[in-house]
């Protein structure tokens, strides 16, 4: 047992929360939950950027005050974590004031370290992305991301002298060869070191929207200056040094691919220049692209077509919240990019869960009500369905502590497969009373029980049904997992109701 620091990127304050940013906090949640369950302590981050031109110019839009603006919006997101039971222990918004310490603490150590100075920038600047670019990475004057057209910017600004870094991130990296997973992204990242680094600007006359640099007072810090610090903010950076030594060694930054360059080359240079040691791990994923299907009613309704315009909620009214947490988490191995679409959902939903898990769920138990009296039988200890389910329990740990719930769901999903194969071989539901009938059903039931254990970090509250299912009090969420993770402890003897079908079927969409 150990600890266990996640964080999600925290999302700007100018949109609303959508598909692409709930992917990433759906799975930061299961990492959380994963963590929780094998005994570490935890501590899961997410929350919102509030600084910045882009959310400047929202809140302008909206006739309304950047603070009015985003205490609009950062509600918005919690209310849409908390629909997805997204269990975070701290959001943290970057207007509040004990974020504002830590930044200027942050800052001013690498100010007095040396690695601060002043002269004039000059350079094309993306507001969507609030960042610059050469005349090299743009495309004819556009952003890359964006495609929108850049604008030619001139500033005297303070500058971080990023570039002393190259040396020390390059052995970094070479010691600290998972500080980036997965390897191609790792890759990605190395190369911009390799590239050659620039000096980057780090402060702002044109905007006031900021935090304020405590040595120049006409100067505000650029938003991803004061952004990426959030995550020390959080364990107490500048307030309480016990509290970083704690979580900052067990550090694990989930975040997009588009923002490699932000996590895993300024902020590791940045904790180095400040005499901390660089987070130990990002983990980087790819995005969710909305490929050419059919979209769903309430999304044809709502006139959405690009998949930031499709808001969570709306995909939980149809699917419920576990249906499309699982759907995130087991389409798309993390890491890669992933087609969202309506339809997918819609044959995950049919094929994993309602043919797979609800009716396996739902055979046993009706077996057990009308033929064993309603008193669930017990597991014996020789089951056939013992090795499968041991080597379950490996795979999807093991997956599980590897960032991966796509293969600890897979695993999973194994043994929901294997154990409906043996329902079929012995087909109990044609035997007569009796130990055998007992013995099939017990093993049955075992193997429903550490299917939910597995699972439970993806879908908490199907996992917790499904234990009351077959007669447990206990949470599965709840336990220690090397404890309750063997085979044999489901005790028998409960009482069994036949209950609603766990995941009525879904129509296909026409
Ligand atoms: O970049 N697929 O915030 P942001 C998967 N404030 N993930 C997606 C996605 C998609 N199509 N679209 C967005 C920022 N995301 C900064 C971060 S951190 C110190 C500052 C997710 O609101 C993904 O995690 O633009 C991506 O990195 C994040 O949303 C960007 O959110």
Not at 199 to 206: L, N, Q, V
Not at 346 to 371: E, F, H, I, P
């Amino acid at each position: 047992m150990g600890r266990f620091y996640i964080t999600t990127p925290i999302y700007y304050a100018n949109d609303a929360p959508h598909v692409g940013t709930a992917y990433t906090t759906v799975n930061a949640d299961a990492m959380a939950r994963w963590h929780r369950l094998i005994g570490d302590e935890t501590k899961f981050l997410t929350g919102t950027d509030e600084h910045g031109q882009k959310v400047a110019d929202a809140a302008a839009k909206h006739d309304m005050s950047p603070k009015e603006w985003t205490d609009q919006k950062s509600a918005q997101f919690r209310r849409a974590w908390d629909v997805l039971n997204i269990s975070y222990d701290d959001f943290i918004r970057t207007t509040e004031p004990r974020h504002y310490e830590s930044v200027q603490k942050f800052l001013t150590a690498i100010y007095d370290n040396g690695h601060i100075y002043k002269d004039v920038y000059k350079g094309l600047y993306c507001v969507s992305c609030e960042d610059y670019y050469t005349t090299e990475s743009s495309v004819e004057g556009r952003c890359p991301i964006h495609a929108s057209v850049l604008v030619e910017m001139e500033e005297e600004n303070w500058f971080f002298r990023l570039s002393a870094f190259e040396e020390r991130l390059t052995s970094f990296y070479n010691d600290h060869p998972n500080f980036v997973t997965p390897p191609t992204k790792r890759n990605e990242a190395f190369s911009f070191i390799q590239g050659g680094l620039r000096d980057i600007s780090i402060t702002r006359t044109s905007i006031s929207w900021g935090v304020p640099v405590p040595w120049d007072a006409n100067h505000v810090f650029y938003v991803w200056y004061d952004a990426l610090i959030n995550y020390l903010t959080a364990i107490g950076y500048g307030r309480d040094a016990d509290e970083v030594a704690t979580w900052w060694p067990w550090s694990h930054h989930l975040v997009g691919k588009e923002i490699i360059r932000f996590h895993c080359v300024w902020w590791p240079a940045m904790c180095m220049a400040a005499g901390l040691e660089p987070p130990a791990h990002v983990q980087v994923h790819g995005w969710l692209l909305l490929g050419g299907q059919k979209l769903s009613k309430t999304m044809a309704a709502s006139g959405s077509v690009r998949l930031t315009d499709i808001a969570p909620i709306d995909l939980t009214n149809e699917f419920g919240v576990d249906p499309l947490r699982y759907y995130l988490l087991r389409e798309t191995a993390l890491g890669n990019d992933g087609d969202f679409s309506h339809e997918g959902i819609t044959q995950r939903y049919n094929t994993d869960l309602a043919n797979n898990l609800g009716n396996l769920v739902a055979r046993v138990t009706t077996l057990v009500v009308s033929k064993c009296g309603g008193v669930a039988p017990r597991p014996r200890d020789n089951s056939p369905l013992r090795p499968g389910a041991e080597l379950a329990l490996r795979t999807a740990a093991d997956a599980w502590n590897d960032f991966s719930p796509q293969s600890a769901l897979e695993a999973t999903w194994g043994l929901i497969g294997a154990t409906n194969a043996y329902l079929e071989l012995h087909a109990p539901w044609k035997m007569e009373q009796g130990d055998e009938l007992n013995a099939v059903l017990g093993d049955a039931l075992e193997a429903i029980r550490l299917v939910a254990l597995l699972a439970t970090p993806a879908m908490p509250e199907v996992c917790e049904a499904i234990w009351q299912r077959i007669g447990l009090s206990a949470t599965p969420g709840e336990q220690l997992f090397a404890v309750s993770a063997t085979w044999g402890q489901y005790p028998g003897g409960s009482i069994i109701v036949k209950g609603e079908p766990l995941f009525p079927r879904m129509k296909t969409a026409e």
